[in-house]
Nanobody
């Protein structure tokens, strides 16, 4: 069983920055592929960013590319999402997720992630 706990959300003005953290339980965190998703009111949960088990490969949605950076520290069992140049459209609940499977990484697919955090609210005011 893997538990994921997000933190770092809040209210920020447009153009500001936030860093989200996701702390994971489990001895084999370094083998998990990790992703961040977000869900705005009335919308489906969408892919934001993902990172391979080693951190050597990162992937981003076009809407956040160049503004958000995903990283991980396997010694701390934590994945991060640094969000810069925030826009009101970034307002959503942000979730981290873990894919503990072995093999190909379909990082944009929600159904490939088997563990999810409870989410943290990010609100960007104009």
């Amino acid at each position: 069983q893997v538990q994921l706990v997000e933190s770092g959300g809040g209210l920020v003005q447009a153009g500001g920055s936030l860093r989200l953290s996701c702390a994971a339980s489990g001895r084999t965190f370094s083998t998990y592929k990790m992703g961040w998703f977000r869900q705005a009111p009335g919308k489906e949960r969408e892919f934001v960013a993902a990172i391979s088990w080693s951190g050597g490969n990162t992937f981003y949605a076009d809407s956040v590319k160049g503004r958000f950076t995903i990283s991980r520290d396997n010694t701390k069992n934590t994945v991060y999402l640094q969000m810069n140049s925030l826009k009101p459209d970034d307002t959503a609940v942000y979730y981290c997720a873990a894919d503990t499977s072995i093999g190909a990484y379909y990082y944009t697919r929600k159904d490939r992630y088997d563990y999810w955090g409870q989410g943290t609210q990010v609100t960007v005011s104009s």
